[in-house]
């Protein structure tokens, strides 16, 4: 029991992630119809400055405090982020709004190819520890344990979905938002600038994504050129799972994969009487996906399609 | 039906199609004889490429089905011969009846991933494929326990070179007193396959199968209505399109002589898609373009961009390998951006783009 309580800690933790980059992704596919293939990368550059502006700081002797480092770190990483998520936008989508379906794929999977080269020209292609400023302080939950700093990830996250749910659901921005996804043509039609709405929903996504760039660094505590890729996979599988284009979706898909994941990962050995092994974990995420898929295919909690577009 | 095969051949076809065959026919001796063997490897791979490519072309162009991984076929195909005539479980069967089976295999995965997804439509087709993808790369990957299966990740060695007759094709020849290297009579294997895989896409397309794969792309309802049985004409593309992936893994194996999980990631399916999709979806011509330049192009910086270097600056500034992705990289996004209807795009889809641009 102590081991069932303490994989669905992990599995929240993990998942709470993956439901911050999947916002990212079901954002701009609700908006644009788009998979956004980068924004993987964009967390991972997330990563990667947060690690590199906490270190350079802890090199310049000022004596902050770890919170105050991670802090400013992480200002620096979402503005970077925002700019990135707005630039990739703006060069290799915005151009092919009106090509053919799969142009923007093409160029989404470029720059991603780009993203991460140029982060092996900056950071280099082995793995960088993150700084040892983090509190590894355990909290005992039912015979589990989960640290402080895996608490503050689950909280930051929910509340940070809570916030953009409030935002799009009763902010100006928010109503736009839904509009442009609803109809474009006709959202620009009632005054909406739908370009600019375009730019805010990768701004507000990519922001997102640095910081979950920042909490896989601190729960792995190490960053990589190519950390992004998988955990952008997972997430966006996280976000389909959900219904593709639904935020609430891409909260529940993401948590959901977490703790599936987790809990496979622990339990597969026994399932199987030892024939598949935890190195099958990676499995769980698309079988679950498919297994659902079949049963519901338009997720978890995406409306169901229409037959006539 | 087909009004094209009953026209007279025009003398200008004919020219073509004979000045066509004899620059293939002795591509490899000037590209070999230029450049080096090496470059006759690249076209070789090239080849495979175009098979790959021509492959999911029927399932992504000519029946709008968008497939993240595709080289799981490529894979079953491969690792069918691979495990058939390999020391790994000792078996040496001839290629006559590994490359046939692997492609069966393959079309045999095809359905059995197209069975299950037939209601999926579009973008959830795509991921529920990428995980089709994933799932055969990681079994794959562990399956060489408890059973060793298939060796993990170390791969499949010393697979036999396909033979004909005693005419082993990974051993150098000697015709008319010149060698030729194994890399030289893949290339004309390669190619006559290649011939037989965009001839089946040719007529396919021109079929009533291609017709049905067309008006299900464009509205699947209506033609549910028009009588085309919507759930058949998927599983055959699905099936049709992993065979032509499961012959290239086949020939991809015997060619290579050792295969492991990492050649048939998801990078390698979303490059077969940057293929068809740069070429021009949905025209054979177009899709065998976009393989060669997509396989060439890499080839060509990995030569270029160290020796340039050296040259402009007396000193490597960025790492060679990592210079060449990002130029992939870049030139991915401009070519989409300059040419978003792909380099040769069929007569329909530039239409359809033309139309779009106009905001009919």
Partial sequence: ?309 | MNTMTKQPASAKKVATFVASAIVLAVLPFIVGGTFGNSWVRTLDFALLYVMLALGLNIVVGFAGLLDLGFIAFYAVGAYTFGLLASPHFSLDMPFWITLPLGALFAAMFGVMLGTPVLKLKGDYLAIVTLGFGEIIRIFLNNLNAPVNLTNGPQGINLITPIEVAGFSFGKPHEFFGITFNGVYMYYYLFLALTVLVVIMAWRLQHSRIGRAWVAMREDDIAAAAMGINIRNIKLLAFALGALSGGVAGGLFASFQGFISPESFGLLESIMILAMVVLGGMGNIPGVILGAVVLTVVPEVLRDVIGPLQMATFGKMIIDPENARMLLFGLALVVMMLVRPEGMLPSKRRKAEFEDAKEGV
């Fill in chain 1, 1 to 309: 029991m102590d081991i069932f309580i303490q994989q669905i800690l992990n599995g929240l933790v993990l998942g709470s992630i993956y439901a911050l980059i999947a916002l990212g992704y079901t954002m701009v596919y609700g908006i644009m119809g788009l998979i956004n293939f980068a924004h993987g990368e964009v967390v991972m550059v997330g990563g990667m400055v947060t690690v590199s502006v906490v270190s350079a700081l802890m090199a310049a002797g000022l004596g902050l405090p770890p919170l105050a480092l991670i802090l400013i770190g992480l200002m620096v990483a979402v503005a970077a982020c925002m700019l990135l998520g707005f630039t990739i936008e703006r060069v290799a989508y915005r151009p092919l709004r009106k090509a053919q379906r799969l142009a923007p794929l093409i160029t989404a999977i470029g720059v991603s190819i780009v993203l991460q080269q140029l982060a092996i020209l900056v950071w280099g292609r082995n793995y960088i520890p993150f700084p040892p400023i983090l509190d590894h302080d355990v909290i005992q939950i039912f015979g589990a344990s989960i640290t402080r700093l895996q608490m503050v990830i689950i909280v930051l996250c929910l509340a940070i979905m809570g916030g953009l749910l409030l935002v799009v659901e009763k902010t100006k921005l928010g109503r736009a938002m839904r509009a442009t996804s609803q109809n474009p043509a006709v959202a620009g039609l009632m005054g909406v600038n739908v370009n600019t709405i375009i730019s805010a929903t990768f701004v507000i996504g990519s922001a997102l994504g640095a910081i979950a760039g920042l909490m896989v660094a601190t729960n792995y505590e190490q960053v990589h050129y190519y950390m992004g890729f998988m955990i952008g996979l997972k997430a966006f599988t996280a976000a389909v799972l959900g219904g593709i284009g639904n935020l609430a979706g891409a909260v529940a898909g993401g948590i959901l994969l977490g703790i599936i994941e987790s809990l496979g990962a622990g339990y597969i050995g026994d399932l199987t009487g030892g024939f598949l092994g935890s190195h099958y974990q990676d499995i769980f995420a698309f079988a679950v996906l498919i297994v659902v898929l079949i049963f519901r295919p338009s997720g978890l909690l995406g409306e169901k399609m229409a037959d006539r577009a």
